[in-house]
């Protein structure tokens, strides 16, 4: 009985690992979570805890350990912070100082990407304009390798996140500069598969924020579907890197995620601006350029600049950065619903149980409803304003504020 009961245990661990990398399960932003709350107040709050620095990293969990990004003294000092899940207390720090530059907008920052993990390791990027560095540890400290990609040139500095797939760490390189994908063994840190990146047509727009995710087709096989400004929305091969296709129509920057709807791919650009901002779904299985065979259509109303889609039941779901929340019919892109929330958006949303939450950049947590008809069903406050997308674990949300580290669920 007890070997029955301990077996038991172990495979409801392994389950629960929900949110180990950006965006959690593939990048959905879906979590099956149940029993969430959908409003509360801030004595609702399971706990509260200050974050040394800023960041707007998304926390990710394995077991009872939560690991999050935070740039300290002005950015010269990045670091990667393992807390204990049940009460955010600090279990370890790693540090390292880097140089810093001047961002370009208002809303970049030092530590913007989010770390990776999964039951040996977590790997995250320490990047500057003169090192890309990729470092994995233990879930207790340890250092078990480290790769320099080389320099950054971005005038926004650097977002994208790692993501672990089939032993490798796969991370984006695409900047102003030389840009590449990058595949590193997830045992040692070896160079596995380098993808040389093409220059973007305006260089100063070339840098991409957004992390990749995998599609699995129909036959079994698999692709990893990536955004940028240069490639658009692009395909390769996760086992070499080899591309597949791309679509090259894009003409701004390019920083939410990439995901999938049906059969189609689905990447957004944009600029700080929010104009001229548009949405574009393109058929998945095509050959090489497919930017004028393979395009479904192009939404140019009310579409995310920095937030990241969903997708689910044949709708894809549409936060916009200047508040406007939207239902498309996915495979035609026609409107469904449209509402103005009377926020704004930096954060990403993610789905739980059939309902989306919304972190504000003022500091609520706006719950709307999913279906054909616009439903909201609450606002709660976060205690302050947030940048962060919300990472959601074993019954509860966590969100990195500006200063603080909120989680929130059922008592």
């Known amino acids: 009985m007890l070997a029955v009961l301990a077996t038991a245990f172990c495979s409801t661990a392994v389950v629960a690992q929900e949110w180990t990398r950006f965006r ?60 204990r899940k ?20 208002k809303n970049a920052g030092y530590a913007n990407g989010s770390a990776t993990v999964d039951r040996e390791r977590v790997i995250t990027c320490f990047v500057s304009s003169e090192h890309f560095w990729v470092r994995a540890y233990d879930h207790a400290g340890k250092e078990l ?8 040139e971005s005038q926004h500095g650097h977002g994208a996140s790692p993501m672990i797939h089939d032993g490798k760490v796969i991370v984006t390189n695409d900047q102003d500069g030389e840009s590449s994908v990058v595949a590193l063994d997830l045992q040692t840190g070896a160079v596995a598969w380098k993808a040389p990146r093409r220059p973007g047509r305006n260089p100063n727009i070339a840098a991409a924020y957004a992390t990749p995710i995998i599609h699995h087709r129909a036959d079994g096989s698999e692709e ?20 597949n296709w791309e679509s090259p129509m894009f003409d701004k920057r390019m920083v939410a995620s990439p995901i999938v709807a049906g059969d189609l791919a689905i990447g957004s650009c944009g600029s700080g601006l929010g104009t001229g901002n548009y949405l574009s779904a393109i058929k998945l299985g095509g050959q090489g350029n497919v930017s004028k065979t393979h395009v479904a259509y192009t939404l140019r109303r009310a579409t995310p ?47 739980i149980d059939g309902k989306i939450y919304c972190p504000t950049s003022k500091g609520e ?7 054909d008809t616009f439903k909201e069903l609450g606002r709660s406050p976060l205690g302050e304003g947030t940048h962060s997308t919300p990472c959601v674990d074993g019954g509860r949300i966590y969100v990195k504020t500006f200063t603080h580290l909120v989680c929130i669920g059922s008592k």
């Open 145 to 152: 390798w480290s790769r320099d990609l080389g320099t950054f």
């Open 24 to 83: 959690g399960p593939n990048g959905t932003g879906i979590s099956p979570a149940k029993n969430i709350p959908v409003t509360w107040t801030e004595k609702d709050f399971l706990w509260r805890r200050p974050i040394a620095g800023e960041s707007h990293s998304q926390p990710v969990i394995w077991g009872d350990r939560l690991f999050l990004m935070t740039a300290m003294d002005g950015g010269k000092e990045r670091a990667l912070l393992c807390l």
């Open 305 to 351: 600049y920095v937030p990241t889609p969903l997708s689910l039941d044949g709708r894809l779901y549409l936060i916009s950065d200047n508040g406007m929340a939207s239902a498309i019919e996915a495979a035609t892109g026609r409107e469904i619903w449209s509402e103005r929330l009377r926020a704004e958006f930096f954060g990403s949303p993610v789905l």
């Open 365 to 371: 947590m706006i719950v709307i409803a999913t279906g």
């Open 86 to 105: 049940s009460d955010g207390q600090e279990l370890w720090t790693k540090s390292y100082p880097l140089p810093t530059h001047r961002p370009g907008n």
């Open 224 to 243: 990893l579907l990536l955004t940028s400004q240069s490639h658009g929305v692009s395909s390769l091969d996760p086992r070499s890197g080899v591309l």
